[in-house]
């Protein structure tokens, strides 16, 4: 897949991203890329399935949540 077919579907799925001032030709480029969470106000309980997604996609272990 290229990047820009990548980038594309990301942006599809609400990312947005960060580019760093570089260069062309200067090497890779490390994008930070950034999605949304549907969070609601602070005291509303939140999907288990919200949580699920987001701990997974950032890598976070679960069972250390907060209850």
Do not use: I, N, Y
């Not at 820009?4 to 799925?13: D, V």
């Not at 001032?21 to 005291?43: D, I």
């Not at 701990?55 to 949540?65: N, Q």
Request: charged fraction near 35%; hydrophobic fraction near 30%; aromatic fraction near 6%.
């Amino acid at each position: 897949m290229q990047s820009a077919t990548f980038r594309k579907w990301l942006s599809e799925q609400g990312c947005r991203f960060d580019l760093p001032e570089q260069e062309r030709g200067e090497g890779f480029v490390t994008v930070t890329v950034h999605r949304e969470a549907p969070l609601s106000g602070s005291h509303k309980d939140l999907d288990p399935r919200d949580v699920r997604r987001v701990c997974e996609e950032l890598g976070l272990d679960r069972p250390k949540l907060p209850v």
